[in-house]
């Protein structure tokens, strides 16, 4: 049961991904339909702009997403015995370096892992989730963290927040130039068009609004998928999925976090804003607790 629910969630963020990149390069190409009447241009702008993002996050990452989390660094065991030990122990099981360590001052119980690579990695937990957990779910905690920077969850939310990035210049850059008259000239050679010029403009200009909806669910999804995947992997490190059952139940019952930062709330083990879902699971970023819970029951 485990290794099948680590092989299908691979599978699925393998689809997500694929689908993010493709998206991109749909927005150039409707980019480029719009305002030169050339889709090969607009993806060729698209992936600049994609690898400038690309390499802005990469390059700096950790230290953006603490800075608007607001991360206390712990640089000497004697800071925090316990839990520096038990990211210390889980990342010689999971055989990754040892991450840079942080904890936010928040009293609700929270945890999550961000990075670029293993070898330049962090976890970061709240106040409160050393306060409320006992060692057992502590340990299922930093189990699942660890399992996101094993199996380079962070880089792949990292890529996915610059393409998210991305698509928004995009689409923001349309709707400016579109205002400013950019437009123009394309509009003058669809006078002289066929009418399927004109469907195509349409259907680009349709693209250009729904784009960062869809940049926002690709996110959620990808989201969803790897907590799942972590959930398993903790398992994997730890043999006792009963500390991580007891540790998302303690989660779940508690207050919103403060220190939270909303652009980056996807990457914590739990939803650090206990927002009601309305349309169900599309607009989640993090899988139901019930759920992942039957799923850890099971193993």
């Given at each position: 049961m485990l290794y099948e629910q680590i092989a299908m969630n691979k599978r699925r963020t393998g689809y997500v991904m694929a689908g993010f990149g493709l998206l991109v390069l749909a927005v150039g190409a409707a980019l480029g339909d719009v305002f030169w009447a050339s889709w090969s241009a607009g993806v060729v702008g698209a992936a600049i702009v994609t690898a400038v993002y690309m390499v802005l996050m990469i390059s700096n990452s950790t230290n953006v997403i603490m800075s608007m989390n607001h991360g206390q660094e712990i640089t000497q065991e004697d800071q925090a015995p316990q839990l520096w030990h038990l990211i210390e122990d889980m990342a010689m099981v999971?055989?990754?370096?040892?991450?840079?360590?942080?904890?936010?001052?928040?009293?609700?119980?929270?945890?999550?892992?961000?990075?670029n690579d293993p070898a330049h990695s962090a976890v970061a937990v709240t106040t409160g989730l050393l306060e409320r957990l006992?060692?057992?779910?502590?340990?299922?905690?930093?189990?699942?963290?660890?399992?996101?920077?094993?199996?380079?969850?962070?880089?792949?939310?990292?890529?996915?927040?610059?393409?998210?990035?991305?698509?928004?210049?995009?689409?923001?850059?349309?709707?400016?130039?579109?205002?400013?008259?950019?437009?123009?000239?394309r509009d003058d050679d669809d006078d002289q068009g066929s009418a399927g010029n004109v469907i195509g403009l349409v259907i680009s200009v349709v693209l250009l609004i729904l784009a960062p909806l869809a940049a926002s669910i690709a996110q959620m999804?990808?989201?969803?998928?790897?907590?799942?995947?972590?959930?398993?992997?903790?398992?994997?490190?730890?043999?006792?999925?009963?500390?991580?059952?007891?540790?998302?139940?303690?989660?779940?019952?508690?207050?919103?976090?403060?220190?939270?930062?909303?652009?980056?709330?996807?990457?914590?083990?739990?939803?650090?804003?206990?927002?009601?879902?309305?349309l169900g699971d599309l607009f989640a970023t993090h899988p139901p607790i019930a759920d992942r819970i039957a799923r850890l029951e099971k193993m």
């Open positions: 999971g055989q990754v370096p040892m991450p840079r360590v942080f904890i936010i001052n928040d009293a609700s119980p929270n945890a999550f892992a961000t990075g006992n060692r057992e779910e502590l340990e299922g905690v930093i189990g699942h963290e660890v399992s996101h920077i094993r199996n380079y969850d962070i880089r792949l939310q990292t890529i996915a927040l610059a393409l998210a990035a991305a698509i928004g210049f995009l689409v923001n850059f349309a709707s400016n130039w579109f205002w400013w008259g950019g437009a123009r000239r999804a990808l989201s969803r998928n790897r907590e799942y995947l972590a959930d398993a992997a903790s398992v994997e490190l730890t043999r006792n999925p009963q500390g991580l059952i007891s540790a998302l139940e303690k989660i779940d019952d508690s207050q919103p976090m403060q220190a939270a930062d909303p652009n980056s709330s996807a990457l914590y083990i739990g939803d650090p804003f206990k927002k009601k879902r309305k």
